[in-house]
């Protein structure tokens, strides 16, 4: 009898050892893993304006500052949260958040470039967030076939599973 996982592509009978994909097969990582990556990172990026902001608009006057609906508050709280994700994206492939859950981006080209975590980050999170209602359009990660969003296609973009380690179970105890 076969065991298999996630992420596993051969399995030992013997030892059930799971063998990770190769370096060219990728797991795509699905709509929940991707929430509650998601959710650790608005908790990271809530720390983050709490942080820097709260010091600086609690001895200014700062927060007062505005043009209309828009703050200076505003802007730099916006600034923080999408340069978060931009920077943590471009250089490690992953946001805090992701790393936690065990997911990262890859590109569909050969390397993930500025270009393309912009798109994604900084215009496909605004698509996303600019009005309440299009926060909905996350569920397509939950139903597309390639587990991928609207910010995926936007800069040619994939999130997958990390290979897990290697786990090894005796027969006799199963």
């Known amino acids: 009898m076969a065991y298999e ?10 030892t059930k050892v799971f063998e ?34 709260t010091p600086a608009l609690a001895f200014t006057d700062l927060s007062e500052w505005g043009w209309g609906i828009y703050t200076l508050g505003g802007l730099l709280t916006a600034v923080i949260s999408f340069g978060y994700f931009t920077v943590m994206t471009k250089v490690y492939r992953q946001t805090i958040g992701k790393m936690i859950i065990g997911v990262k981006v890859l590109s569909e080209k050969k390397e993930l470039t500025w270009r393309d975590v912009i798109i994604r980050e ?9 009005i309440f209602i299009t926060n909905i359009l996350y569920l397509i990660v939950a139903f597309h076939p390639l587990k ?14 990390e290979p897990r380690k290697k786990h090894a179970v005796k027969t006799e105890n199963i």
Do not use: C
């Open 20 to 53: 990770e994909p190769s370096s060219e097969e990728h797991v795509l990582a699905g709509f929940w893993m991707r929430l509650w990556a998601y959710l650790i990172d608005l908790l990271v990026v809530t720390s983050l304006n709490g942080i820097v902001l």
């Open 5 to 14: 996982n996630e992420t596993s592509t051969q399995v030992n009978e013997e």
């Open 148 to 161: 991928k969003g609207l910010h995926d296609y936007f800069a040619d973009t994939f999130v997958v599973l």
């Open 122 to 130: 900084v215009f496909g999170r605004y698509i996303h967030q600019s």
